[in-house]
């Protein structure tokens, strides 16, 4: 075996695992990271190919990247993904991106299945992947702490009334959880924050059937503009850095003013 010289040392890097960090803001969050030397477990729902080109364009950069598949709705998937990321490292931030939109439509015209799904997607699996992190992380239960991010959107301030009511007021439970959840594990060696994406440049317009709302609605921007994943991403990366140790129960607002 070669031995390495006295003065030689190991760089270990921190992992953070991601969901839905294969596309859009989760895709553009694995790349600030990998950039800023951590390690990567992504999770996707569906396409592997997105999967495998995120994971090949962040290994690029240096990181060790697995990719699994996960419905975080799912309990059992989330409990298979974490213990996928046992195997790869000691967790050190958690960043809850993966998130639906439905279609365009009002109040009196949902449907119970649909509500579910809103709620079991972007509520029930963000705490299901923090209840997750926390026994790995808190120092109570033996961990090295970290960090969780839990992505929101200013939808649960304006209320998207008209367009998905739903979608908003699951957004809303992530940040009550989000500052719940900062105050209980503080003590913890946990910091847990939340960002509010407003009107981003990404893929789930179309997929809630409007694929040019975007733009359409860009002129109730003060800045006029539409934002960008990685604009985002970059204050997901500020969040797990070491340069925001005193930032806890946060909601921060990225969007452009509106």
Not at 149 to 163: C, D, Q, Y
Request: aromatic share 4%; charged share 20%.
């Amino acid at each position: 075996m070669r031995r390495l010289p006295a003065h030689s040392f190991v760089v270990v890097r921190p992992l953070a695992l991601v969901t839905g960090g294969t596309r859009g803001i989760g895709k553009a969050t694995a790349f600030a990271l990998a950039e800023q030397g951590w390690d990567l477990v992504l999770s996707y729902r569906s396409d592997a190919a997105a999967a495998a080109a995120t994971e090949r364009d962040c290994t690029a950069l240096g990181a060790t990247v697995r990719t699994i598949r996960c419905d975080v709705s799912r309990e059992n998937d989330v409990l298979m993904m974490f213990a996928a990321a046992d195997e790869v490292g000691a967790l050190r931030a958690v960043v809850n991106n993966a998130g639906i939109v439905g279609s365009k439509t009002r109040v009196d015209a949902l449907t119970l299945e649909r509500v579910q799904m809103m709620f079991a997607v972007n509520v029930f699996g963000t705490i299901l992947c923090s209840r997750e992190a926390v026994r790995r992380m808190s120092t109570k239960r033996g961990g090295l702490g970290g960090r969780i991010v839990n992505v929101s959107s200013a939808a649960a301030r304006l209320g998207s009334p008209g367009e998905y009511v739903d979608y908003a007021a699951a957004k809303g439970a992530i940040d009550t959880f989000t500052v719940g959840l900062a105050k209980e594990v503080a003590e913890e060696g946990i910091l847990v924050n939340a960002i509010r994406p407003g009107l981003v440049d990404t893929d789930i317009h179309a997929s809630g059937g409007q694929p040019d709302r975007a733009e359409r609605l860009r002129t109730q921007i003060p800045m006029q503009r539409v934002g960008t994943a990685p604009e985002i991403a970059s204050v997901i990366a500020f969040l797990c850095s070491d340069a925001a140790t005193y930032l806890c129960g946060a909601v921060i607002d990225v969007s452009g003013g509106r």
